[in-house]
């Protein structure tokens, strides 16, 4: 009798194995990827703000506006800041070496404005320091009946769906200005097509979810009509809130002026009241200097002053030295001004050197920048608005 050949052993199979087998046999094995072969990692960009980069994210790993995605800035008030505040991070951009560009579809904007704000707008000048010129999309104008063109939210819309592909950081100044073509052909005493705006912009949305930008929409909010309690809903429906990864609130919360002199710039709060990356409702304080800007330079000086780099002794500012006591500590003092302003000016100016080692200090591990958390009503309102976006999701 021939000997019986022996069983061959069947290497065990894993569970991932079996489970993956069995997706394949239902058809899902393309279509559902291990976590680890998924790769959605957000890189984020300085907005050129400690104060702001730390309310993103307190962990310090998303320090600034995420790549690829969406923002909102908006007020419930006028001037305070929204555009300012937008174009100094997109010249913090340009700075980097990335590419910015500016949808001025207010039609308010001026080459002397963005040069003055720090952007570079000559391309020799550009590619000398190896950057990109920023580059301006205003609405153009008719000569001969005045009518407008691309201020059409259709126009608008498809000019962004393809210059997200190309640019680094879109700004786009304003939702607000934004008009439909149905909309636009009425007259002041028909009634407005009601989500005429919201409508579009959700479709843009919804077909554009993959783009190099990230694209920040200045927006304003307006009171609702009718209802018993007043409210606030920025303009475009709520497409822009819902697919923002951040949305931040202006608030101007105070002056900046020494003693009777008139103010030479004003503190905006900014907030936080949706954060992906983060914790909603964190908020810092910005600096507007009239002339400039928000400043940067402004805020890393109030930071050096929280922290103790800097210390003022009634109208003196003191960079100390050393010493067993204060006053040896004054006299050895390598820097000294009079004036908040004037030792803010002292030294982003002549004592540039300075300053330029404080804010080495301030971008260290070691000093945090000063946040704060808000709560109130608010809170209740954005879980709201989130079921409802999980309902309408769901529909």
Sequence with gaps: MPPRKKKEEKEPVGINDAFEAQLATLGLGDALKLADEYDNDVVCVTTGFPGLDHAIDDRGINCGLPKCRHSEIYSKKEHAGKTSLALAIGVTWQLLGLRVGILDIEGSMTAAYLKQLGFITDKAEAEAKGLYAVRLVQVKVKAEDCETEMVYVEAVLDLIAKAANVFDLLIVDSVDALVSEADAAKTTSDNDLVGGIS??????????????????????ANKSIGGTMVSYSTSGGKSVPRYSSLRFELEVIGKLAEGDKDPYGFITRVKLV??????????????????EGFSKE???????????????????FYILGEGKNVDERKKSAPWKCQGELGSYRDLIGEHRSIFDGIKQ????????????????DDAAAAVAEAEEFQEAEAA
């Design 199 to 220: 409508k579009k912009m959700r479709g843009f949305f919804r077909k554009n979810t993959t783009r190099r930008s990230h694209v920040c929409w200045l927006n304003h």
């Design 274 to 291: 949706k954060d992906r990356l983060g914790a909603n409702w964190r908020y810092t304080d910005l600096y507007y200097i009239f002339g």
């Design 361 to 376: 200090l301030i971008d260290g591990e070691d000093v945090i920048p000063e946040v704060g958390v808000e709560h109130g």
């Design 298 to 316: 402004y805020d890393y000086f109030k930071q050096a002053l929280r922290v103790g780099i800097i210390t003022k002794f009634g109208g003196w």
